[in-house]
Structure formats: structure tokens, C-alpha cells
């Protein structure tokens, strides 16, 4: 399976550490999701992506540019290909206008549902979908249900966080829908979309965590700075208390497949939740969508860490 991460704060920061040095760096993970990397970042309100087609742990360049960027905002992603071949234009993350998005995932079968995914995906984007991935498809769709809800798809505008979160969730319950009138085993559709000023996360199928605080803090003996880490933190509700609203404020979030390091506070994400941080980081919980169905051939044993089917490894 492919390997995610996100991260928005309140400054502009360094993520090298989570990257490249941390016991559970995206570095290391690339070891065994070597079918392309991809880094998207935010210089000011302007979006950036860099891409290759290789794999990240092998790469000087993504040793070397992760070590010098500065961002409030990054998405990272390392491949392991399943629907596409390994090929640049398939690599995450995907951009149009502000959005960057990045999948962790597989429409099962994506071929028998794929007619349907293109017709709800507006004429003005599909020429735009330059690859031949699930994934493309997917953050195309995405785009098209928010157009169609009357929020902009290209992100210039400010977007309602609530909102957006909706129309996302409905989206995504409407392809689990599609997926099971096909006949087809529920899909794994872990995804991070942001625009730099919200930020979406979305915990469908597969292991997803979260961090809003550390452990301790390298410099909170000398920081100055009104932070939150620190202090006491209440878990995330369980899925069947999901309030669909704020549950905290915070500096800072980590969003990433598998917990990273041991100086930050992992949370998982409930599975089929949604989670979204408005434009004052605000983290937001939203319930799964009732149409949401986990898949049993991928669902965390209780004990431990499973072994996934390796040949079902998605990308």
C-alpha cells in the first residue's frame, strides 16, 4: 500500500524530520513503496509539486529537498503501484488550482465502475486527468461534488469547512454505493486534500493517524509562542459519537498512515471518520458516511499489526 503525509501549522515549518529522521520517517517507509514519491508544498498562498517516478528512499533529491523546504503546509506521499503504471503522471500528489490531493488506496475493480466515476466528474476536468490511475479519477470526482454544491474547485475562494466536509463525505458514500450495486468489494479510500487554508483527511478502509501535540517539545524550555503541546488531551470520540463538529483547537497537525515518531501524541483516526481543519485550526471530526463499508480482507486484526494480502498491496 502506498504511505501518506500531511501537515498544516500555524508558521511556516520544517517537516525533515518527520521526512527523513524520525524513527518511522516517510524515508524509511519508502524502503518498501519505491513505484514513485511525490512532495507538495505552499510558498505563501502559492501551490508547488515535485514528482518523480522512482522510489524516495533511493532519491538524493528527496533527501535533499526536504531538508530545505518550509511550508505551512505539505503533502507527501511514497507509491506502491497497483491501477497505473509507474509513471510520473501517476505519482501523488495530484493538484488543480489550490488543491493538493494525495490517495492511500483502491477502487477495487476500477474498471467496472469507472463510467460511472467520469460522468460524475464535470466535462471541464476530465481532460485534465492526465494519467491512468483510480486515484486521479477520484480527486477529479471529488472536485466535480464540490463545484456541483456551488464551492469553488479550484480553492482560490475561501471554502466553509463544514460544508466542504459534507459534500466530501456524500461523495465518497455515493462511490461505496456505486461499488456494491457493482458488485464489487468495498474500496479503500484513505485520502488528504487541502488548499492550504483547510485541510481534509479522510480515514476509509486503511490505518490512518493523526498528532496535534507532542511528547515533549525540543524547545519548549526557549519557545516564546502560545502552543497547546503540553497539555492534557482528550482522545478522539469513538465513530458512534462522532459529533460532526470542532473538537479542539491546535498549532499544528500531523496526519500520516502510520504514526512517525515517538516525540508526537499519535491518535488513530476512527475508521470511516473524516477529519478537517478549518483555516483557524480548528480539528473537526465527521461521522462515516452511511453508506461506508469497511473491507474485511484489510481490517486491522485486534491483536498487533496484521500481515495485508501482499498481493493485494494497493497504490
Known amino acids: ?64 529537498i526536504t531538508r530545505r523546504l518550509t511550508s505551512h503546509t505539505f503533502v507527501v506521499h511514497v507509491r506502491r503501484a497497483t491501477i497505473g503504471r509507474v509513471d510520473q503522471l501517476n505519482s501523488h500528489p495530484f493538484r488543480h488550482g ?10 477495487f475493480d476500477f474498471e467496472r465502475v469507472r463510467d460511472r466515476v467520469v460522468q460524475a466528474i464535470l466535462p471541464a476536468l476530465r481532460p485534465l486527468i492526465f494519467g491512468d490511475t483510480d486515484s486521479e479519477h477520484l480527486f477529479y470526482y471529488l472536485l466535480s461534488a464540490m463545484e456541483q454544491a456551488g ?20 461523495a465518497v458514500g455515493t462511490l461505496y454505493d456505486w461499488c456494491q450495486e457493482e458488485g464489487l468489494e468495498p474500496p479503500l479510500c484513505n485520502y488528504i486534500l487541502t ?9 476509509a478502509g486503511l490505518e490512518l493517524h493523526l498528532a496535534t501535540q507532542k511528547v515533549m517539545c525540543r524547545d519548549f524550555a526557549t519557545c516564546t509562542a502560545e502552543k497547546l503541546c503540553m497539555q492534557a488531551l482528550r482522545p478522539l470520540p469513538l465513530p458512534a459519537r462522532a459529533p460532526d463538529a470542532r473538537v479542539r483547537s491546535c498549532n499544528h497537525l ?14 488513530e483516526v476512527p475508521q470511516g471518520c473524516l477529519v478537517a481543519l478549518d483555516p483557524e485550526l480548528g480539528l473537526h471530526l465527521y461521522r462515516p458516511s452511511p453508506s461506508f463499508r469497511p473491507n474485511p480482507a484489510w481490517l486491522r486484526p485486534a491483536q498487533g499489526r496484521g500481515a495485508r494480502p501482499a498481493e493485494r498491496a494497493t497504490g
Open 254 to 267: 500531523l496526519v500520516a498512515s502510520e504514526p512517525i515518531g515517538a516525540e508526537d501524541i499519535w491518535e
Open 151 to 170: 464551492l469553488c474547485p479550484e480553492g482560490h475562494c475561501a471554502v466553509p469547512t463544514d460544508a466542504a466536509a459534507r459534500v466530501l463525505r456524500q
Open 1 to 64: 500500500m502506498c504511505r501518506l503525509f500531511g501537515f498544516r501549522s500555524n508558521v511556516p515549518s520544517q517537516a525533515h524530520r518527520s521526512l527523513l529522521e524520525a524513527e518511522n520517517a516517510m524515508a524509511r517507509q519508502a524502503l518498501n513503496h519505491a513505484d514513485g514519491w511525490g512532495i507538495g508544498w505552499f510558498l505563501g498562498e502559492d501551490p508547488y509539486v515535485l514528482k518523480a517516478d522512482g522510489g524516495a528512499a533511493a532519491d538524493e533529491r528527496f533527501e535533499r
Open 98 to 107: 489550490q488543491w493538493m490531493f494525495a490517495h492511500n488506496g483502491t477502487i
Open 195 to 203: 488548499n492550504g487554508q483547510v485541510f481534509f483527511a479522510q480515514r
